[in-house]
C-alpha cells in the first residue's frame, strides 16, 4: 500500500525512555523525510535525507535523531531529550527532488508517552 | 529557511459551492508546489501539484494556480461533494543545490455542508 511502511501504528513509552520508529520503503527513493503532526500545526519538518548515510536537520530536530544506513530505512529515535513527544509522525519519500517529484506517505505512528 | 503560509485554517462550505484555499512561500527558489490531501485517520496523498513553469493547472474540479511574482499559489475546487471533506495542505520545494526538502503549510481543514 503506496510502498512505504511505518511500525507500529499505535506506541506508547514511559517518559524519560528513548524510543525508535521505522520506515521502510521498497519505492527505490533517494529522498525520505519524517514530519511531526500536531493539530493545528500542519506538518514539522524533524529530518530529511537525500541520500544514504547522509542527513539534514528540519525545523524542529531538537530531541530527535535519525540513521540512514540503507536506502530503504529511515528510523527516527525520539530520545528523552523531546521535551513533548507525543504526537503523530509521518514517514515520507520521494525521489530526489531534483525532479521535484511527489512525496508518498507512510500511515505514520501515534506516539503517547506517559 | 522557506516558510509557507496557508489560510484560512478552517473552511465550511455549502455543497456545490467552490473552495478556495491559499498559500503563500517565502524562497523565491521553490519550484515545485503541491497538494496534499488528508481525510480522517488517513496519510496525506497527493491530488494536485504545478511547478513554476506553468501559471495553471486543471484536473477535472480541481485547480491550482500560481503567480510566482507575488510568490502565491491557489487551490480552487468547485462543486465541491461531501466526501472532499478532508484537510488540505500545500507545499512548497527548492530544488538542489540550494536545498532539497518539502516544506508544508499548517492545513485548512475543509467541511462541506449538505
Known amino acids: 500500500d503506496g510502498g512505504i511502511t511505518q511500525s507500529p501504528k499505535y506506541l506508547f513509552r514511559k517518559e524519560g525512555q528513548n524510543v525508535t520508529l521505522s520506515c521502510e520503503q521498497n519505492l527505490n527513493h533517494d529522498a525520505m523525510y519524517w514530519y511531526r503532526q500536531d493539530p493545528g500545526q500542519g506538518l514539522r519538518l524533524i529530518y530529511y535525507?537525500?541520500?544514504?548515510?547522509?542527513?539534514q536537520k528540519g525545523d524542529i530536530a531538537e530531541g530527535y535523531s535519525v540513521s540512514r544506513e540503507k536506502k530503504e530505512s529511515f528510523p527516527l529515535t525520539v530520545t528523552s531529550a523531546q521535551k513533548n513527544p507525543t504526537a503523530f509522525y509521518l514517514c515520507?519519500?520521494?525521489?530526489?527532488?531534483?525532479?521535484?517529484?511527489?512525496?508518498?506517505f507512510g500511515q505514520g505512528t501515534r506516539l503517547t508517552v506517559v | 529557511g522557506e516558510n509557507v503560509e496557508q489560510h484560512p485554517s478552517t473552511l465550511s462550505v455549502q455543497e456545490g459551492d467552490s473552495a478556495v484555499i491559499k498559500c503563500t512561500y517565502s524562497?523565491?527558489?521553490?519550484?515545485?508546489f503541491p497538494w496534499y490531501k488528508q481525510e480522517l485517520g488517513k496519510r496525506p496523498q497527493l491530488i494536485i501539484d504545478?511547478?513554476?513553469?506553468?501559471g495553471e493547472k486543471k484536473d477535472q474540479r480541481i485547480a491550482v494556480t500560481l503567480n510566482k511574482t507575488a510568490k502565491h499559489f491557489s487551490l480552487h475546487i468547485t462543486e465541491t461533494q461531501p466526501e472532499d471533506s478532508a484537510v488540505y495542505f500545500c507545499a512548497a520545494s527548492i530544488p538542489p543545490p540550494r536545498d532539497d526538502k518539502i516544506i508544508f503549510g499548517k492545513g485548512t481543514r475543509l467541511h462541506i455542508l449538505p
Open positions: 524562497d523565491s527558489a521553490s519550484n515545485y
Open positions: 535525507s537525500q541520500i544514504v548515510n547522509d542527513f
Open positions: 504545478i511547478r513554476s513553469n506553468v
Open positions: 515520507a519519500s520521494s525521489m530526489r527532488t531534483g525532479a521535484n517529484t511527489e512525496a508518498f
